[in-house]
């Protein structure tokens, strides 16, 4: 197994501990930091396991089926245990887990067909969005950030349901070649 891919399990296995730390009782003032610094070193995962893949030809099936699902695991995973705290409504989070949904059965769909289809620039960029707001809003920090946060929020979603259209335009024909 190559770095980038270790970078990926690496990712995975980080988010159950970055779970327990944001589900940890509030009354413990190093909660929120640990979770915080859990979430960003697990993003960076993403960041870097990319790059390195790409700049040493380190691309491989592996790394363009797992990633994706180390992402939405990751970033689902945060999403969830902020409803309780009000901080993401059910609804938001309902809408970016189905588009994940939505986004997984293509990819089972063309992983049968012998095809592998990695991620779009929109899914990219509605990832760093969304890994963006999570930031802004675990480190709960007030005032601007605030304001900041709740954008991203609006700005998270617009990206999702743009890179769902845009993810089903592009591979529409995965559904028609897969016999569904």
């Known amino acids: 197994m190559n770095l980038p891919n270790k970078l990926t ?32 070193v697990a993003s960076l995962t993403d960041m870097l396991d990319g790059k390195i893949a790409r700049k040493y030809n380190l691309v491989t099936n592996f790394g363009k089926f797992m990633d994706p699902l180390a992402d939405k695991l990751l970033v689902c995973s945060a999403m969830i245990c902020m409803i309780d705290s009000g901080k993401l409504t059910a609804w938001f989070v309902i809408i970016v887990i189905a588009r994940e949904f939505i986004i997984s059965g293509f990819r089972l769909v063309a992983s049968d067909n012998g095809i592998v289809i990695a991620a779009s620039y929109w899914g990219k960029l509605k990832t760093v969005s969304q890994m963006a707001m999570i ?21 998270s979603l617009a990206l999702t349901v743009i890179s769902l259209a845009d993810y089903v335009a592009k591979n529409k024909q995965v559904l028609t070649q897969g016999g569904m």
């Open 135 to 155: 930031i802004l809003l675990i480190a709960d920090l007030g005032g601007v950030f605030s304001v900041l946060g709740e954008i991203l929020i609006w700005v």
């Open 9 to 40: 399990v690496l990712r995975m296995i980080m988010v159950p501990f970055f779970v327990a730390s944001m589900l940890m009782t509030e009354g413990w003032f190093a909660d929120k930091w640990i979770s915080l610094i859990l979430f960003c």
